[in-house]
């Protein structure tokens, strides 16, 4: 047997892509208490919302938070809501702040409206906003502990919107969205991205919505999807449900299912407004969940959690914008292997839902563990890449016999330290260490190898 010698680095990303995995943790929500909406603060700080994973449609309204990590979780059950009304989003900023959007019907009262806890969970107190028994609460979402924005289904002809300045202390209506398509048209909820100061959300007429103003101002465009809901609002396609995600105010993806089991992916540069054709990536992906790893030049992770699907269940990261997959973990039809809503932090801290064990016990959702700084895509390969001088004290230069749109330097945390256009990089601002050194290729091909500054 021949014996083959890996380089330092070929062995930490050998070990890295091999290690990439996910860790349970204990949400300690009732039984079979699923993974709603996610809210991830900081690498510590991550708020959840629950939805009753058993079939027996109840409407919890139980948040669940933790401060360290994931080590340990704290639930709640959130008091004052309506009996059946639902939990429809979820916003948070800090260990302490967050905002808890409830959904329902003229029958239960306190069903439309925004909930706000100062002191981690413990207590919510029920915010003054205009919305009433003929509203229904889609969304909610905080920029800062001050400035944000909720949103629900047409009132009146129009799209029920507002914004707030003073952390929900008040209100005020939004004006001059585009109108309903349709009389069926509706909002869904959680059905919603953001990145920056841009925000998106799907209606059942597979329209999105897009503010690049934190919800002042606002337009409409159709997608290739039918329905980002499944027809839950009675009019759209039956069985259909889109999934989206951004990594700037212009480049996103698109994941559009069709009766639940057809899905196909597409790509956009204008924020939403076109998408091309049908993309026809390799390897195997997933149509539960997307989300874009922020930090990272365009790598995304999607999660499956229908053992149905012709895939199985299971997650797969793409480091080319979606070109490429590679699997994280797949189990085809079992449902140990549901990976369900996914949110990452960066490159190496992010987590995805899974079904509690109850209060006690040690599930409910998944913990990443690996790295995905480290990970290279298909479409880079052979590419002959060569770096100089390496270690480096100063300038670092970059061949390859592809054409190199730009340079990144990225920590071992996963974090962007440095970047440049161009194949030459000064890294002499840096401090000693070793980093990852990440080439852009275009149209989403990247490579990574280890950088050491002196």
Do not use: C
């Not at 919603?192 to 999105?208: C, E, L, M, N, Q």
């Not at 229908?306 to 914008?321: F, I, L, M, P």
């Not at 913990?367 to 052979?382: I, Y």
Request: hydrophobic share 35%.
């Amino acid at each position: 047997m021949k014996k083959l010698l890996l380089t330092g680095f070929a062995l930490v990303a050998v070990l890295a892509q091999a290690q990439n995995s996910w860790v349970p943790q204990g949400t300690k929500f009732a039984t079979s208490f699923g993974v709603d909406e996610m809210v991830i603060v900081d690498a510590n700080t991550v708020w959840i919302n629950a939805y009753d994973g058993s079939g027996a449609g109840t409407y919890p309204k139980a948040v669940s938070r933790t401060v360290n990590g994931g080590t340990s979780w704290t639930a709640n059950n959130v008091s004052g809501p309506g009996t059946n009304s639902l939990a429809s989003d979820l916003a948070a900023v800090d260990a302490n702040t967050a905002w808890l959007a409830t959904a329902g019907t003229s029958a239960s009262p306190n069903s439309n409206a925004i909930w706000k806890t100062t002191n981690g969970g413990s207590t919510w107190a029920r915010q003054t906003i205009g919305y009433t028994g003929a509203s229904f609460t889609n969304l909610v979402y905080f920029w800062n502990a001050n400035e944000g924005w909720t949103g629900g289904d047409p009132k009146n002809g129009v799209f029920e919107t507002y914004k707030t300045t003073n952390g929900g202390t008040t209100w005020a209506a939004v004006t001059g969205l585009p109108l309903p398509s349709a009389s069926d048209e509706y909002g869904l909820t959680g059905a919603k991205a953001v990145s920056g100061d841009h925000i998106w959300f799907g209606t059942t007429k597979g329209r999105i919505f897009h503010s690049t103003n934190r919800g002042a101002t606002w337009t409409a465009n159709y997608s290739p999807a039918l329905d980002f809901g499944g027809g839950a609002a009675g009019g759209g396609v039956d069985g259909s449900f889109a999934k989206m995600a951004f990594k700037d105010g212009n480049n996103g993806l698109l994941i559009a299912v069709d009766g639940q089991v057809n899905a196909t992916m597409y790509a956009t540069t204008d924020g939403g407004a076109t998408w091309g054709d049908p993309m026809t990536p390799t390897g195997t992906w997933f149509f539960g969940d997307i989300t874009y790893v922020p930090g990272t030049a365009n790598t995304y992770v999607t999660t499956g959690i229908n053992s149905n699907a012709s895939q199985g269940t299971g997650s797969a990261y793409s480091t080319d914008g979606g070109l490429s997959w590679t699997i994280i973990d797949n189990i085809p039809g079992i449902e140990g292997g549901q990976r369900g809503k996914v949110k990452f932090f960066n490159a190496t801290t992010g987590w995805a839902g899974f079904f509690s064990d109850g209060p006690t016990g040690s599930e409910g959702i998944f913990k990443f563990s690996g790295n995905l700084a480290l990970a290279t895509s298909e479409t880079a390969v052979k590419s002959n890449l060569k770096v100089y001088p390496n270690p480096a004290t100063d300038v670092v230069n970059v061949t390859s016999n592809k054409k190199i749109e730009s340079v990144n330097i990225i920590d071992l945390a996963g974090k962007k330290v440095n970047g440049a256009k161009g194949s030459q990089i000064n890294v002499s601002n840096l401090a000693k260490g070793t980093y990852i050194l990440q080439v852009n290729y275009g149209e989403g091909a990247v490579e990574n190898t280890k950088l050491i500054k002196k």
